[in-house]
């Protein structure tokens, strides 16, 4: 732990600052014993932690125990060092996503999205799309802006962007739940390859959303913008507002690369 | 004892639109097979394996014979022709109907009597293997001691069967009275049953024979080792409903989620293909005592949990009645409700309180399911444990049968063991400390929860009343349900309908409806 010339390091707050105290939850193949109790205070030591206190030893299976740790961790981190791909999109009401559009489309924008791959679950893309919306904040169907077609779980790469380049998309949204083993990452990056190689990747605004995503992983994949956990539908309108027809007086976003 | 004021004439006016809504399709579904019904059958019949690229023996003849509109008469029909002509059993007639150089046609002697002769004991056979594995299941949970409700659900999903066992094993010595194995979400629109065990599946395994089997010897060891009997839960939905009910009841399985309604809001299947394969699931199902779940519970997962609360009672009362119409008996009728309510709304734990009382109340001998909060869970582990443990009060305070244990993690990842463990370790102690809880209070007559109640009732009762009106096929096609529209004709699977011709024979299909 070498201090940083850029800034002070930051160490996590428990009781008072800088005592570095957090707890880790985690499960050994060991019943409960004595050196079970140690070998979880080594675990955590492992982890950085000093002065490891085991709070809770107890069997939670056959031969395994379930632990509780709280422990002063070493560890501090620098936030002015680090570097993120952040999506800086400004929450737009309503109102000016409406007249945006009205005023510099002229037409409403076109966005296709699916959950895709063998991928069942639509809450995501629902939440989005759907009229309804999330925690009350209504989906993009709500506006008068936005013609919507959500084809729902289950679409294969190859069909959606059929019915994408039917729909004259100017958006797609590509939903992504089941995260095992990253299916999601190898099917989405599937599909921004497959309009790479249809030729037709650079029409559309490509976005990318799942509880495993964020806009990191999005540009990596060869999306614009990714959409990770609490996301509103009113953040992908505002985005799509900027991307598709930005004030005049803003710049351009920069196409990103992939 | 707390009940909410139920109007019985309300509750009864509800059962007869039910009635009326399940008798239509129940006409539909009499006169209409489906290509999985036809295969559900001839794996009774004793099917068995699968031709590598063409997929399971029964897909590739039972596809033949609807490439050769012959469908329409059973494959029964064609099976009891094979049998006459001198195929050694069943399965070697089968995998006549599938290889033989020539289709048979069906034409000419023998008679349609003479068929169905011909299938008789291989018919017995069927059932006879049914009943064993029935019988094999009761004599076990008759050595055992039972739960005591509301029953602990849990799931586990590794995506390798075997890993599932060992989970499987891990939460009933942590106290689960109910293992489901999560099905891989791709398989509901699989028109074949996968074969063999899975270890390379994607958010689930796939309903196999194989993979039913291994979970069974766990928890059969389990059992004995806790003296408890522990039930094993898989998925009788999607596009081979009725095969994974047939095998499903060969292999002991003790609950099965059966809900057509489910498959044709949330996986877009043809709601005319799914009612049918329903209907023949759920005669098996009637048969080897297993008990259904029904996915109601999900309606508020897409539509808010409060305004919509009363399409899913309306739900209820319509599934009621179709499983009547195959056969079910209450107590195998797991209708599924879930505490799924914005959690900061004022007064949600009363809102949900009534709604568990009112469907306990009205379905009084049914082994209710009760699902856990998902849509308002976030990452935060710390709040949602205690969510999970309101829902635990509720369920224990209104004496739900069957509770789906919420997960702390559950908008983050699969359930870990530890986080099965403590779900279960809460859940412990709220129904241990609030046992009785129910028996000793009073729901204030006219207070929220009573008037709730009531609102809830009436709301279901006019949404019938619609319903009836213009058919369940109409009101599913202005999303009525769930908020999600489905056509008549559209979805996944319609091609694979075909009226039943009048010389449609399905001898044992005849066996299971005499009861």
């Not at chain 1, 076109?110 to 989906?139: E, M, P, Q, R, W």
């Not at chain 2, 602990?152 to 489901?180: C, E, L, R």
């Not at chain 2, 199902?285 to 897409?302: C, K, P």
């Not at chain 2, 009362?317 to 959690?343: C, K, S, T, V, W």
């Amino acid at each position: 732990m070498l201090p940083s010339p850029t800034g002070k390091l930051l160490r996590a707050y428990g009781d008072r600052a800088d005592d570095g105290m957090v707890q880790m939850a985690f499960v050994l193949a060991l019943a409960p014993s004595a050196r079970a109790r140690e070998a979880a205070k080594r675990f955590a030591e492992m982890h950085g932690l000093s002065e490891p206190i085991v709070a809770t030893m107890e069997a939670c299976a056959d031969g395994h125990s379930f632990f509780v740790v709280y422990g002063h961790s070493r560890h501090g981190i620098d936030p002015t060092a680090i570097d993120v791909a952040e999506l800086r999109t400004e929450a737009l009401t309503r109102d000016v996503v409406e007249h945006r559009i009205r005023a510099r489309m002229g037409r409403r924008v076109v966005v296709v999205g699916a959950c895709t791959g063998s991928d069942a679950h639509t809450v995501g893309i629902d939440a989005i799309l759907n009229f309804k919306g999330y925690a009350g904040d209504k989906g993009l169907e709500s506006y008068k802006g936005f013609e919507v077609y959500n084809l729902g779980a289950q679409v294969e790469n190859d069909a959606l962007a059929e019915q994408a380049r039917a729909a004259h998309a100017d958006a797609i949204l590509v939903s992504q739940v089941i995260t095992q083993r990253n299916c999601h990452r190898e099917n989405a990056h599937a599909f921004a390859l497959l309009l790479e190689r249809q030729g037709w990747r650079r029409e559309v605004v490509l976005l990318l959303g799942g509880p495993r995503v964020d806009h990191a992983l999005a540009l990596e994949l060869g999306f614009d913008a990714g959409f990770g956990p609490g996301t509103r539908p009113s953040d992908v309108a505002s985005y799509l507002v900027e991307r598709l027809c930005p004030d005049v007086a803003a710049p351009t976003p920069p196409v990103s690369p992939g | 004892m707390a009940t909410v004021p139920l109007d019985a004439g309300k509750v009864e006016r509800c059962r007869g639109l039910a009635n009326e809504i399940a008798d239509d399709v129940q006409r539909y579904v009499a006169r209409h097979t489906t290509v999985g019904v036809e295969r559900a059958v001839l794996r009774a019949y004793g099917a068995q394996g699968t031709t590598g690229e063409g997929g399971p023996v029964v897909n590739v003849a039972v596809d033949r014979y609807a490439k050769a509109g012959l469908l329409g008469r059973g494959m029964c029909h064609f099976l009891g022709r094979a049998l006459l002509r001198g195929a050694r059993d069943p399965r070697e007639a089968i995998e006549w109907l599938a290889f033989s150089a020539d289709i048979d046609h069906g034409e000419g002697a023998p008679t349609l009597q003479a068929v169905i002769d011909a299938l008789a004991t291989p018919t017995a056979a069927a059932l006879a293997r049914i009943d064993a594995a029935r019988l094999e299941r009761d004599a076990f949970k008759g050595r055992l001691a039972a739960g005591v409700t509301p029953l602990k659900y849990v799931i586990v999903a590794t995506g390798n069967i075997y890993d599932d066992a060992v989970q499987a094993k891990a939460a009933a010595s942590a106290g689960a009275d109910i293992v489901a194995v999560i099905r891989a979400t791709a398989q509901s629109l699989l028109d074949y049953v996968p074969e063999g065990a899975t270890t390379e599946g994607f958010g689930g395994t796939f309903a196999t024979q194989e993979n039913f089997r291994v979970i069974r010897r766990a928890l059969d060891e389990a059992s004995e080792l806790h003296g408890r009997y522990v039930m094993q839960t898989n998925y009788s939905s999607g596009l081979c409903m009725a095969e994974i009910a047939w095998m499903a009841s060969v292999e002991r399985l003790d609950m099965l989620l059966n809900d057509a309604m489910y498959g044709i809001l949330f996986r877009d299947i043809n709601m005319c293909r799914t009612l049918v394969d329903q209907y023949v699931s759920r005669r098996f199902i009637a048969r080897s005592g297993i008990v259904i779940n029904t996915g109601e519970d999900n309606y508020l997962t897409t539509a808010n949990a409060v305004d919509k609360a009363h399409t899913v009672l309306a739900s209820q009362f319509i599934n009621e009645a179709l499983a009547l119409r195959a056969g079910l008996r209450r107590e195998q009728m797991g209708l599924g409700h879930a505490y799924e309510m914005d959690p900061w709304l004022e007064d949600s734990f009363l809102l949900e309180v009534a709604q568990a009382q009112l469907t306990r109340q009205i379905f009084d001998q049914h082994p209710i399911k009760w699902m856990p909060p998902t849509k308002h869970k976030t990452g935060d582990i710390f709040l949602s444990h205690v969510h999970d443990a309101m829902f635990d009060l509720a369920g224990v305070v209104t004496n739900q049968s069957i509770e789906l244990l919420g997960m702390f993690s559950e908008a983050i990842h699969n359930p870990l063991l530890m986080d099965r463990y403590l779900a279960l370790k809460k859940t412990r102690y709220v129904h241990g400390a609030c046992r009785h809880l129910g028996d000793e209070i009073e729901f204030k007559k006219d207070g929220i929860i009573a008037n709730r109640a009531i609102r809830v009732l009436g709301e279901a009762l006019d949404l019938l009343v619609e319903v009836r009106r213009e058919s369940i096929w109409e009101a599913i096609g202005r999303g009525a349900f769930a908020d999600i529209k489905r056509a008549r004709t559209g979805g996944k699977g319609y091609a694979g309908v075909f009226e039943r011709d009048a010389s449609y024979v399905n001898p044992l299909l005849s066996e299971l409806e005499k009861g």
